[in-house]
């Protein structure tokens, strides 16, 4: 069996952008595994407050 490779050589993507396509992808698991989705912001911004 034969294995080949055959790489684009004639792409844009550079090795930075690898590397930044799978930094985003393990900062979007961590964010997912720890931020508790069915916590709500309490915060509300749309309340008008009267100035004097």
């Known amino acids: ?20 396509s799978i930094l985003n ?7 997912k595994e720890f931020y508790d989705n069915n916590k709500v912001n309490s915060a509300d911004s749309s309340k008008e407050e009267e100035v004097a």
Not at 3 to 20: A, G, M, P, R, V
Not at 25 to 31: F, G, N, P, T, Y
């Open 1 to 20: 069996m034969t294995l080949e490779k055959i790489f684009n050589n004639t792409t844009s993507i550079t090795l930075e952008d690898i590397f930044q």
């Open 25 to 31: 992808e393990k900062v979007d698991a961590l964010i």
